[in-house]
């Protein structure tokens, strides 16, 4: 039954027969076609038929590329993708015991679905969802705390992934600012993750937040990002006239914190089942080009969950190997930005630093109150 789901073992370029390879419905799929027996210059070929290109690039992959980075994912252990640069040993590298991807994203961009369709592939957990997902608007339904997901189910696993509460579209500034400090101080599992409208959940939910925040919970360094967009409802607002959702997604995709390295965030798109092809091609290139990035490295087109509101398994193995190779490009880029531990002489010009500025500092108030002093006696002088 697997191998009669594959795309690529149907009628060649049938449309009729590829329900999954929804891209060669396309009106340039047939030239994509021909350039196949010239191998031309992908540089000299349009954004569109780049496009093409790489979605048969993943198809052509999926049926064996999949199996193989399960068993990659199986036996990784953090730092096993590291590479030797600079002259520095990996016991000289800062490793940490598990690498952490954290997915951010505007609420209802499929984070919590995304999720559960990373347990389906990678450790077929079946029909079983892990995570809640959002239903609307609803506070009461979304993801009120930061969540560790040990997507393997393994307990040896080398990384883990972390699902995050939304963002609103109305507050980027605050959401951006709760990025910033889940980048630089870490997360950790069921971190409440507060918002400035959140006062009547914060008085009902008290007693349930005692219960699920413990100082046991091991304070995670985020190693990587994964920027979750619904590229529907982008598209959408773009053709009502609304930039909002777009405008917001740049904001959040170039937010400083999020370069952990010279490597961009990868870029998810979900929700492109919601359009229709030529639709879906015209939307990854426009929020591609909106945000400077390149259509076919680092962006991902994945369908979180199937029509019938299951998670995408093995009957879409183009989604099921994308959301595995995004995955395995997440843990690449993180171990070849691992930094080199602080010896005793960096430590030591640390504090040496820090207790010249709280001198410095203590020296500026006592002459800001010795001013003030002498400026009183002249008054009374006076």
């Not at 957990?125 to 040990?150: D, K, P, R, W």
Request: charged residues 25%; proline residues 4%; contains cysteine.
């Amino acid at each position: 039954m697997k191998s009669q789901l594959y795309c690529g073992e149907v009628d060649e370029y049938d449309p009729s027969g590829l329900v999954y390879c929804w891209w060669r419905s396309a009106a340039k799929f047939d030239e994509c076609v021909k350039l196949k027996l010239d191998l031309p210059n992908v540089s000299t070929l349009t954004p569109r038929l780049r496009v093409l290109r790489e979605m048969e690039r993943l198809a052509l992959i999926a049926p064996d590329g999949l199996n193989e980075l399960r068993h990659k994912f199986l036996s990784y252990r953090s730092g096993d993708f590291w590479i030797p640069i600079g002259g520095i040993q990996k016991g000289g590298m800062d490793i940490p015991p598990v690498i952490t991807i954290l997915l951010v994203g505007f609420s209802g961009s499929g984070k919590s679905s995304l999720v559960n369709l990373m347990y389906s592939v990678l450790s077929r957990s079946g029909l079983v969802l892990f995570a809640q997902t959002s239903s609307g608007n609803s506070s009461h339904t979304t993801t009120m705390y930061m969540e560790e997901h040990n997507v393997m189910r393994s307990l040896q696993s080398g990384f883990c992934v972390y699902d995050s509460r939304g963002f609103n579209y109305n507050r980027v500034h605050e959401g951006l600012e709760e990025l910033s400090s889940w980048m630089s101080e870490g997360v950790h599992h069921n971190q409440r993750c507060l918002r400035s409208d959140d006062c009547a959940l914060m008085k009902n939910d008290a007693e349930i937040d005692d219960l699920k925040s413990s100082p046991k919970y091991v304070l995670r360094r985020v190693n990587f990002a994964m920027v979750v967009s619904n590229i529907a409802e982008i598209y959408k607002a773009l053709k009502a006239g609304d930039s909002k959702p777009l405008d917001a997604t740049k904001r959040l995709f170039s937010a400083p914190g999020l370069r952990k390295c010279n490597e961009n965030p990868i870029l998810i798109l979900t929700h492109g089942d919601m359009l229709s092809t030529e639709e879906r091609l015209d939307a990854r290139l426009k929020i591609c080009e909106y945000l400077g990035v390149s259509e076919i490295s680092g962006v991902y087109d994945i369908v979180c969950l199937t029509e019938y509101g299951f998670p995408a398994e093995e009957c879409d193995p183009v989604t099921a190997y994308s959301i595995a190779e995004a995955i395995y490009r997440a843990l690449l880029i993180s171990d070849r930005g691992h930094s080199p531990k602080k010896t005793f002489r960096d430590w030591a010009v640390l504090i040496l630093s820090c207790m010249l500025c709280f001198i410095a500092s203590f020296l500026s108030l006592l002459a800001d109150l010795c001013s003030r002093l002498g400026q009183r006696g002249q008054k009374l002088k006076m």
